[in-house]
């Protein structure tokens, strides 16, 4: 690196040096198989020790509010490998390296050489690659550099989430990923040949340095939103997020849905930013693509039974409400309202680190709960408060936080991303004004349907009586498992009571991104009321606390045993007589069911005194298996007298080469 010899800043180092302690956190795992497990602690105090110089860095960085660049050597034919900085990706760069550690101490619980031989070092590897080949995306600015470090990253996840390739769903799994992830990289070749026809390099273009009204502008922006949007899972472009998730093991899956998700956001974040002010259709599509993802992801979250895959649906919620927040902040930057587009971009951005904190921990103590019971069915769980308390409260932190209540940091984002939406009406009194303003009645619909789905899962799993599978030796993790969710949670509640603090890196990652912000009058402190909120939160939390104290005091000091307070006329209450998952989201899935296409699986009540009855539903992922599977069925039976060429006879194929190559010769010279 060349201006590494000419003395870079601290931040920087900080960063690079954490970047190159977790590519090479795995590589003695590969070295020291006759050692299982120390390879796996190696990684894990590897990726802790890139977290917090990762960390450190960045936030560093954010309030220096300054850009940095480095150029490496390389002989490629692809002009300046360009790494750099910037307050806009080092926001990118916390979750990375925070999740990062969190994710590789948790793997040496949950994942232990002892009982995963054989896989542990590759999983340690690719963990580690993933980790740093994410950081290096958001510092490349060389669009070969960019697509090489994002081939890295994509292979790195899936060969992460297909450790254990002896099932067949994840197998399956892996290869849906891997297609959707392929289609995605092929956009974003057609994006990258576009943007080096327009500023003639593969350098990537300056802020504001390109002309939206331009011919290639707007295929430019397409490919940008679809390929990238892929990535991050928005809604209709998500159909390899449910299963990947649910597939992989709990610490990658807190990894990729946590941060590779957040790339797709980055690089639609990072080409926006290209464009001088772009049309008005531009934030309307990201706009209602957000609402989209936003709303049918939390409908197909209510009918899921397995906690994974729940989960997963919940990632594209909040996909969508990142998408709403950068929506806005386009058409702010359009109707040149500069408080709506500071309020969009910063709610969108705080929203991108909430996500992957308390994203992060869901998936942590999902993993935790599976480690404990051996299945994902939350239907067959029950109880699980009373063993695993810490797992418990963690989970229950998430929740909150993810369904955007006080006084957590959901409430904070989606806060900012309201009063995005209110304050469109105040910046102009045309018909535009009314476009901003439908977002709040969404984002207040997914609101109401994320806590009913937290209900559900947080009552029928750690709530009531332990179901079907319940077993004695049922316990918590060991430390390395506890302490990343307790982390997790402490900083989940910490932008939560103090938002003021937080607020001079969101904004300082905004004015990256449009540096006219910077020179107007608006102000996060000034548009948002960051102390009041934090201390209505921390009131709220004191009183929490403080309730929870006396309830538990006063239970000690009685000596009160717990016990059933209603019966309903039975003695001794069973788990039959709680709800399912199934039964409990049974109305919002029927009044849905036009978007979800429920199945139905039941039995009739016959008689005065009927037999035994059952009853579950099954909701399906609708896009995938009733519209491109049957799309891509369509496509084969077309293409399939084609597939003649194919027939497994060197010569045959010899001569194909040769007559493309003469082809190509007579068109290159024609």
């Not at 909040?318 to 309020?343: Q, V």
């Not at 993790?477 to 103090?498: E, H, K, N, R």
């Given at each position: ?14 960063v ?7 590519g ?10 006759s050692?299982?497990?120390r ?11 890139a977290?917090?110089?990762g960390?450190?860095g ?6 220096r ?27 990118f ?54 697509l ?14 297909t ?8 197998r399956?799994a892996?290869?849906?990923y ?16 576009h943007?080096?026809?327009?500023t ?7 802020v ?6 331009s ?18 899972g ?11 998730h649910?597939s ?13 998700l957040?790339m ?13 002010v ?14 989209i ?35 806005l902040a ?15 971009m ?6 991108t680190?909430?996500?992957?904190t ?5 998936f942590?103590?999902?993993g ?12 067959l769980?029950g ?5 695993l ?17 006080p ?12 009063l995005?939406a ?5 910046a ?9 303003a439908m ?7 997914i ?20 179901r ?5 030796d049922e ?11 307790v982390?997790?949670?402490s ?21 990256a991104w ?5 020179a107007?009058?608006s ?9 009041s909120?934090?201390?209505?939160n ?5 009183l ?13 000091s009685?000596?009160?045993s ?5 019966d ?6 069973t788990?039959?007589m ?6 409990f989201?049974?109305?919002?899935t029927?009044l ?10 039941s ?6 005194f ?13 896009v ?41 010769l ?5």
């Amino acid at each position: 690196m060349d201006q590494l010899a000419q003395g870079v800043s601290l931040s920087a180092n900080l960063v690079l040096v954490a970047t190159l302690l977790a590519g090479c956190s795995g590589i003695p795992g590969l070295f020291l198989g006759s050692r299982p497990g120390r390879g796996q602690i190696v990684a894990a105090w590897f990726l802790v020790a890139a977290g917090v110089l990762g960390v450190t860095g960045a936030v560093i960085h954010l309030f220096r509010e300054r850009s940095e660049s480095f150029i490496l050597s390389w002989t490629l034919p692809f002009g300046t490998a360009e790494l750099s900085i910037d307050p806009l990706s080092a926001i990118f760069l916390i979750p990375i390296f925070l999740v990062g550690a969190c994710s590789g101490l948790y793997a040496v619980g949950y994942w232990p050489a002892s009982r995963q031989r054989g896989s542990e070092a590759r999983l340690s590897f690719f963990l580690g690659t993933l980790v740093a080949s994410m950081s290096l995306v958001v510092m490349a600015c060389n669009g070969a550099l960019f697509l090489i470090v994002w081939e890295f990253m994509a292979l790195s996840s899936f060969f992460a989430m297909t450790v254990s390739d002896r099932d067949r769903q994840v197998r399956d799994a892996g290869l849906v990923y891997l297609v959707a992830t392929h289609c995605g990289t092929l956009l974003l070749f057609v994006m990258f040949a576009h943007l080096k026809v327009v500023t003639g390099g593969f350098s990537l273009p300056a802020v504001g340095s390109l002309d939206p009204n331009s011919g290639y502008a707007t295929l430019i922006f397409l490919a940008a939103l679809i390929g990238f949007g892929a990535k991050a899972g928005l809604m209709p472009f998500h159909v390899w997020l449910p299963a990947a998730h649910a597939s992989a093991p709990s610490h990658i899956s807190a990894m990729m849905s946590g941060v590779m998700l957040k790339m797709g956001i980055y690089g639609i974040v990072r080409v926006l930013s290209f464009f001088s002010v772009p049309p008005i259709w531009w934030g309307v599509l990201v706009l209602v693509l957000g609402v989209i993802s936003g709303v049918v992801g939390v409908m197909f979250a209510l009918g899921q039974h397995d906690i994974k895959r729940l989960l997963a649906y919940h990632s594209i919620e909040n996909i969508g409400i990142i998408a709403i927040g950068i929506g806005l902040a386009l058409i702010g930057r359009t109707m040149g309202s500069s408080d709506l587009a500071l309020l969009g971009m910063s709610g969108a951005l705080l929203h991108t680190v909430n996500h992957a904190t308390f994203k992060s921990l869901l998936f942590l103590g999902a993993g935790s709960v599976i480690h404990a019971t051996e299945t994902r069915e939350i239907d067959l769980m029950g109880g699980l408060s009373r063993r695993l308390p810490w797992t418990s409260l963690c989970f229950l932190v998430g929740s909150v936080a993810i369904c955007g209540l006080p006084p957590l940091n959901g409430f904070v984002s989606e806060f900012l991303v309201y009063l995005a939406a209110f304050s469109g009406l105040i910046a102009t009194e045309s018909w535009l004004a009314a476009i901003p303003a439908m977002a709040a009645p969404a984002l207040a619909l997914i609101g109401a349907l994320a806590v009913a789905c937290f209900v559900k899962v947080f009552g029928i799993a750690f709530l009531g009586l332990p179901r079907s599978i319940s077993k004695e030796d049922e316990h918590e993790g060991g430390w390395q498992m506890l302490t990343p969710m307790v982390l997790l949670a402490s900083i989940c509640i910490f932008i939560g009571v103090f938002p003021f603090l937080i607020s001079p890196l969101v904004q300082s990652a905004a004015f990256a991104w449009l540096p006219s912000l910077a020179a107007s009058s608006s102000r996060l402190p000034s548009l948002a009321p960051l102390v009041s909120i934090a201390a209505v939160n921390g009131l709220l939390l004191a009183l929490i606390l403080v309730f929870s104290y006396v309830i538990l005091k006063r239970v000690g000091s009685l000596g009160v045993s717990p016990g059933v307070t209603w019966d309903c006329g039975y003695i001794e209450p069973t788990p039959r007589m709680q709800y399912t998952s199934s039964s409990f989201a049974e109305m919002l899935t029927r009044l849905n069911a036009m978007f979800l296409r429920p199945e139905w699986h039941s039995t009739k009540i016959k008689g005065l005194f009927p037999a035994a009855a059952k009853f579950s539903s099954h909701v399906p992922e609708v896009v995938l298996e009733q519209l491109y599977l049957p799309f891509l069925a369509k496509i084969q039976s077309l293409i399939a007298p084609l597939r003649r060429v194919q027939h497994g006879q060197l010569h045959l194929y010899v001569l194909y080469i040769l007559v493309t190559l003469v082809s190509l010769l007579f068109w290159s010279h024609w």
